[in-house]
């Protein structure tokens, strides 16, 4: 199984400020990731795929960059409507596998 | 609209049996695999498996083959997820999930059922 170790777990910060969640995988994986958002509740939903193609209705303050082992998401300017908790997931090989998460909260 | 519905939340003893659903629709059912997701109260999510419809082709996450069946009838477009005997650490949020691409599996989730919890208690 590829292991992916998502950093940091939390991560306090303020409307406007940028951000940068990281994620790395055990071995090379290509550009088969993507990265979700999940609100207290909700079910997850797409923002990237493909390391770096946003989705379809996704704000463009989001995006993504990577390939091979090490991928990052970035929020260019933080929304109120961001503060989530976000996760990446490889989907190059069996089993898929997602990071930990990382809860984005107001500072 | 294309959508995943699942089935209501189920309170269940240990020991049980359960079977939980997803029916899709707005799609071809046949040509999209589906998959499933837990996600364990304040927890990260787990990839589970994922079957493909048009021919039962089913892959497992080895954390949970043998502690769970994935099927589907694709004569009524729904997918199964199913326990023969749950456990109290089975008390999780269930999710359906389904790739964006026809007759692929390597591609990212597009599209999620609303998810159903499942609650294991004596």
């Known amino acids: 199984a590829i292991w992916m170790t998502q950093s940091p777990s939390l991560l306090s910060a303020s409307t406007g400020d940028r951000v940068t969640i990281s994620c790395r995988m055990s071995?090379?994986?290509?550009?088969?990731l993507a990265w979700y958002q999940q609100k207290p509740g909700k079910a997850p939903e797409l923002l990237i795929y493909a390391a770096s193609t946003l989705q379809s209705g996704v704000p463009s303050r989001f995006s993504g960059s990577g390939s091979g082992t090490d991928f990052t998401l970035t929020i260019s300017c933080l929304q109120s409507e961001d503060f989530a908790t976000y996760y990446c997931?490889?989907?190059?090989?069996?089993?898929?596998?997602f990071g930990q998460g990382t809860k984005v909260e107001i500072k | 609209e294309v959508q995943l519905v699942q089935s209501g939340a189920e309170v269940k003893k240990p020991g049980e049996s359960l079977k939980i659903s997803c029916k899709g629709s707005?799609?071809?059912?046949?040509?999209?695999?589906i998959g499933w997701v837990r996600q364990m109260p304040g927890k990260g999510l787990e990839w589970m498996g994922i079957i493909y419809p048009g021919d039962s082709d089913t892959r497992y996450s080895p954390s949970f083959q043998g502690q769970v069946t994935i099927s589907a009838d694709k004569s009524i477009s729904t997918a199964y997820l199913q326990w023969s005997s749950l456990k109290a650490s089975d008390t999780a949020m269930y999710y359906c999930?389904?790739?964006?691409?026809?007759?692929?599996?390597?591609?990212?989730?597009?599209?999620w059922g609303q998810g159903t919890m499942v609650t294991v208690s004596s």
């Open positions: 999930v389904r790739p964006q691409s026809q007759y692929s599996n390597h591609d990212a989730f597009d599209i």
């Open positions: 997931q490889q989907y190059y090989s069996f089993p898929r596998t």
């Open positions: 707005g799609y071809s059912f046949t040509s999209y695999w």
């Open positions: 071995q090379g994986i290509s550009s088969y």
